[in-house]
């Protein structure tokens, strides 16, 4: 059995900082892409940043030069750190990776519970 697991949500003032964590455990044999989506109240749930077992990240426009991705392929671990947090970024993360297990050698995607994320004063 595989599961992601989040941490790191909480309530921050426009202009603050936040580091998302998300560990991936259980029966892993290989983890491919992942990355964090966001889901705001009454919205779809859309990209935010990925990134590759090679390190290739990908950022969603509205959120480039305010949030970094990065990845320990060691411990099966993803970061989300955020600057300058805005209201809009208002939302439930959640963790998200590409996985293939290691008792049945199949792909599947595999998401966390989420974690949430509100910006206000």
């Known amino acids: 059995q595989v599961q992601l697991v989040e941490s790191g949500g909480a309530l921050v003032q426009p202009g603050g900082s936040l580091r998302l964590s998300c560990a991936a455990s259980g029966t892993i044999f290989r983890i491919f892409d992942m990355g964090w989506y966001r889901q705001a109240p009454g919205k779809q749930r859309d990209l935010v940043a990925s990134i590759t077992s090679g390190d290739s990240k990908k950022y969603a426009d509205s959120v480039k030069g305010r949030f970094t991705i990065s990845r320990d392929n060691a411990k099966n671990t993803i970061t989300l750190q955020i600057y300058n947090l805005k209201p809009e970024d208002t939302a439930v993360y959640y963790c998200?990776?590409?996985?293939?297990?290691?008792?049945?050698?199949?792909?599947?995607?595999?998401w966390g519970q989420g974690t949430q994320v509100t910006v206000s004063s």
């Open positions: 998200n990776a590409e996985i293939i297990d290691s008792y049945y050698l199949t792909s599947k995607d595999y």
